[in-house]
């Protein structure tokens, strides 16, 4: 038996139920995958930081793999369309069985696997699907009338209840193969590029890195994240969530981990069953992407909300990219987005909420640009974010509840300790006045080396009611 292991977004060895049965039966020769697709990443908005992280992971799991006699070929091709030759020619130069792989939720993705899925039974060959990315499979959370939740706390609470009646089951690792393969392993083609660097101390480059950052912060982090996870200077959250969208770790390794060291946390509040909340989120776009492909293609769960006109000023949107809007806890955000590829969740949705609200920008615009920066870049927390923030989504913040960006500032980032971090050209202002440099600059006589604000904010709220309320005409 020939076997072949398709590695996506979950490059580990441990919890991957793809690579596990493939595995199972030891006399099967086992062959991985990793197909190098440029042109779709392109289109996809990969962001360099991204590729960088994976190109690098990947170079730890094809050592991974080697050591149990498993070698990782490669594919190069450009896109998902030119890819199904070439597959189909590795499959029938391996001879290849059987292929295993564990689902992916976005819609060329899934358009993909139906694709290959075609050609290999034409051929006689078995595919094998497996969840792995979710706590629980896509369509498995489901309300009375069997539908998909739209709102997040009823689902919160079914899989709540899912997590504390059934056993949370991590596939086995793989032992060493009985018959190691003779196929050589591929050169990894370089795909990581200067622009993509990142910094490896915050980023756990490969699982077992990922997995030791795990168990620390579960062990002395979680507990007081409840309190400080919405303060950016604190710095306190996992910094798992580019781990965990290349798939160095699985959401279920993730609660195991919180369960064994909190064995109360499904019941009790505190840091612990907050922080499982959070990836409860992380499930329900998930599931939501399944339930609403048209997500995947950039509409508006909220299809009224098409009918907003949007100002989509391209000076206020670079303005906004480049962290020069004036308004410093955005600005801060903004750049700690373009220098890291990571930024504070409290700040996306501060720095989500300016673009949309404050500067009447389509919120895809945004979307697109943080897939851009993003090293998590992740299709269903992107789009799901942004949706909330931009009031388009399913359970999303209510239109008229808009952010005071200087109000968000005072209130997460008290003393400005983040601002100052991000912002240096605000060093000699004040604390009591870092949040609106510009009047304590005026007050003194000073030219600040730093943007006055580029709206108003009150005027700004001011339009932007109106371009919702005009668009609910149509609801
Ligand atoms: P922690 O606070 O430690 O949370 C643990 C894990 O839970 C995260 O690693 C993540 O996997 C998951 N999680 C946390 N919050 C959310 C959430 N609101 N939605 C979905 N999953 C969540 N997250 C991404 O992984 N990729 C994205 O592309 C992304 N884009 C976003 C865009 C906007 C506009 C907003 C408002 C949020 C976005 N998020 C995204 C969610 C969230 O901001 C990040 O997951 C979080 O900041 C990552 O930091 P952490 O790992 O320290 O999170």
């Known amino acids: 038996q020939q076997h072949l292991v398709w590695f996506r977004h979950d490059l580990r060895l441990r919890d991957n139920p793809a690579l596990s049965a493939a595995c199972i039966d030891n006399e099967a020769e086992v062959i991985a995958l990793w197909c190098v697709t440029p042109e ?15 190109y690098d992971a990947l170079g730890i799991l094809q050592q991974d ?18 890819l199904e030759k070439e597959f189909m020619q590795l499959c029938e130069k391996h001879k290849i069985d059987k292929v295993f792989y564990n689902y992916q939720y976005e819609i060329n993705e899934r358009q993909r696997d139906q694709q290959i899925e075609a050609l290999c ?8 699907g497996f969840t ?9 959370v489901l309300t009375g009338q069997g539908k998909m939740y739209h709102v997040f706390t009823p689902f919160s609470r079914a899989v709540l209840k899912k997590l504390s009646t059934e056993e949370i089951e991590c596939s086995a690792l793989p032992h060493q193969r009985k018959h190691p393969s003779a196929v050589k392993s591929s050169t990894l083609p370089n795909f990581s590029t200067k622009a993509g660097e990142y910094d490896t101390k915050r980023f756990p480059v490969g699982h077992d890195a990922a997995l030791t950052r795990l168990r620390e912060f579960s062990k002395n982090g979680v507990e007081g994240y409840a309190e400080q996870r919405d303060l950016p200077a604190e710095d306190d959250t996992s910094r798992l969530s580019a ?3 290349i798939g ?10 919180i369960l064994a060291d909190h064995p109360h946390a499904l019941e009790q509040a505190g840091g612990a069953a907050t922080w499982v909340n959070e990836l409860i989120w992380r499930d329900f776009y998930r599931h939501l992407l399944v339930a609403e492909p048209q997500l995947c293609r950039y509409q508006p769960f909220q299809t009224w909300t098409d009918h907003i006109r949007w100002q989509n000023n391209k000076q206020h949107f670079s303005a906004w990219c480049e962290g020069n809007t004036g308004f410093p806890i955005v600005d801060a955000g903004m750049r700690q987005l373009n220098q890291t590829g990571w930024m504070h969740n409290r700040l996306r949705m501060v720095c989500a909420s300016f673009l949309v609200k404050d500067l009447l920008v389509d919120w895809r615009w945004g979307e697109r640009y943080f897939s851009e920066q993003l090293i998590d870049g992740d299709l269903a927390a992107n789009n799901g974010g ?11 913040a209510p239109y008229f509840r808009i952010f005071n960006p200087t109000r968000q500032g005072e209130r997460f980032d008290p003393k400005g300790a983040f601002i100052r971090q991000w912002l240096p050209e605000l060093e000699e202002v004040p604390e009591k006045n870092i949040h609106e440099p510009w009047l304590w600059a005026d007050k ?30 149509y609801r």
């Open 132 to 140: 792995d990315s979710t706590l629980f499979s896509p369509g498995s």
């Open 40 to 54: 779709q990443w392109t289109q996809h908005n990969v962001s360099a930081r991204q590729l960088n992280y994976q």
């Open 444 to 473: 003194q006589n000073k030219k600040l080396d730093y943007s006055r604000p580029i709206v108003e904010h009150r005027q700004a709220r001011e339009a932007t009611l109106q371009a919702f309320e005009q668009a609910r005409k």
């Open 121 to 128: 039974h034409q051929q006689d060959i078995v595919c094998q």
């Open 386 to 396: 942004w949706q909330w923030a931009a009031s388009t989504g399913t359970d999303a």
């Open 65 to 82: 793999l080697k050591e149990r006699g498993i070698p990782l070929v490669i594919i190069n091709t450009p896109t998902y369309k030119t």
């Open 248 to 257: 160095l770790l699985s959401a279920k390794q993730c609660v195991k981990r």
């Open 243 to 245: 781990a965990l969208a």
